[in-house]
T-cell receptor, first 112, second 120 residues
Framework: KQEVTQIPAALSVPEGENLVLNCSFT??????LQWFRQDPGKGLTSLLL?????REQTSGRLNASLDKSSGRSTLYIAASQPGDSATYLC???????????FGKGTKLTVNP | GAVVSQHPSRVICKSGTSVKIECRSL??????MFWYRQFPKQSLMLMAT?????????EQGVEKDKFLINHASLTLSTLTVTSAHPEDSSFYIC????????????????FGPGTRLTVL
């Protein structure tokens, strides 16, 4: 059974700092990995999707990497802003399945 | 962009009543929709996969007679929590997968804003 773990559970940083969020998964037979953002009491916004054959994806200040063999992904946020404060969720799609398996998320607070 | 709505956004009900939650894809057709449940500080857990015109597929441990899913059209799926109890209080989120030619878009699920259910 696939399990997704995110570390740390919470992170507080001053504005302008670069930061890394970590995600690990137990079964490397994934189809893709996605990073989402969730604001309090809201739904999910997809940030980046990495196919299993890819190593990284970039969008603006965000960069996500994937090391499938070791079961790890990182989300790098450059020059953090208070508006980046949210919970960031990592999810994998298992090979041969359309189901998403989520981690518990990392709650990020960027202080002005 | 593809937008998914949910209604209601928040509902409070008495124990023993039934609650219906709607999930709509506003500007695209979705053969497949998904229902998730999220408890505080926990992961989103998939409850069931809803397929238009056929029975939903439930995840292990999810009671199909308690969580009734109907996907009668390509833009609407409903989740009914029957005889709700306080332990059913949770945040329910749906997502929809866009139908595109050649199977394009199968990677992407568009998520609704969620429904906060509180059972007293």
């Amino acid at each position: 059974k696939q399990e997704v773990t995110q570390i740390p559970a919470a992170l507080s940083v001053p504005e302008g700092e670069n930061l890394v969020l970590n995600c690990s998964f137990t079964d490397s037979a994934i189809y893709n990995l996605q990073w989402f953002r969730q604001d309090p009491g809201k739904g999910l916004t997809s940030l980046l999707l990495i196919q299993s054959s890819q190593r990284e994806q970039t969008s603006g200040r965000l960069n996500a990497s994937l090391d499938k063999s070791s079961g790890r992904s990182t989300l790098y946020i450059a020059a953090s802003q208070p508006g980046d404060s949210a919970t960031y969720l990592c999810a994998v799609t298992q090979g041969g399945s359309e189901k998403l398996v989520f981690g518990k998320g990392t709650k990020l607070t960027v202080n002005p | 962009g593809a937008v998914v709505s949910q209604h209601p956004s928040r509902v409070i009900c008495k124990s023993g009543t039934s609650v219906k939650i709607e999930c709509r894809s506003l500007d695209f057709q979705a053969t497949t929709m998904f229902w998730y449940r999220q408890f505080p500080k926990q992961s989103l857990m998939l409850m069931a996969t809803s397929n238009e015109g056929s029975k939903a597929t439930y995840e292990q441990g999810v009671e199909k007679d308690k969580f009734l899913i109907n996907h009668a059209s390509l833009t609407l799926s409903t989740l009914t929590v029957t005889s709700a109890h306080p332990e059913d209080s949770s945040f329910y989120i749906c997502s929809a997968r866009q139908n595109l030619p050649g199977g394009l878009g199968r990677d992407t699920q568009y998520f609704g804003p969620g429904t906060r259910l509180t059972v007293l």
